[in-house]
């Protein structure tokens, strides 16, 4: 037999045990089912999963707000919240980064793993020296929920220093 037939075979061969491999199982009603094991890779690649998705087992990060009004401050002034939020999902939340769209605008976010149930906190500084007038401060959470981005925003209104 020619050496490129028996790769073609070979490849052939290969490639049906691996699609045959990754056949996913769905429920009657055609719902992907989720396991834990699958959640980085849906959330490293959301695109990957089929839908309807049921993320009943991810975790689900529920604020009690997720806009604040600071009102009207001077320019120069710093603006401190605390955005509050709980793990209402089934496993362990891992928040990985929360930015803002400027460095005025600074967010601590908790490092360790929020378990189901358990409550934690965002807590931001803006500082609104040079930001006069009108201010909407998006803060960009990415976390193992999906999807893995949540926004929260600052909103207020920056009275301009007087020359």
């Given at each position: 037999m020619k050496k490129s037939n028996l790769y073609l075979i070979s490849s052939t061969i290969f490639l049906?045990?691996?699609i045959s491999c990754n056949v996913e199982e769905k429920s009657s009603d055609g719902v992907q089912e989720v396991r834990p094991d699958d959640i980085s890779s849906i959330i490293r690649n959301p695109?990957?999963?089929t839908k309807p998705l049921?993320?009943?087992?991810l975790p689900k990060m529920t604020f009690e707000e997720t806009e604040f009004d600071?009102?009207?401050v001077n320019e120069g002034d710093e603006v401190k919240h605390t955005f509050k939020f709980e793990n209402t999902g089934k496993v362990a939340l891992i928040i990985n980064n929360a930015?803002?769209?400027c460095g005025c605008t600074i967010?601590?976010?908790p490092t360790r793993p929020i378990a189901p149930g358990e409550k934690g906190e965002i807590n931001v500084?803006?500082?609104t020296e040079n930001k006069p007038n009108y201010q909407e401060k998006p803060i960009s959470i990415t976390s193992n929920t999906y999807p893995n981005k949540t926004v929260v925003k600052l909103t207020g209104r920056v009275n301009p220093k007087k020359k």
């Open positions: 049906g045990l691996m695109i990957s999963a049921d993320t009943i087992n600071f009102g009207v930015k803002s769209t967010p601590k976010w500084v803006f500082n």
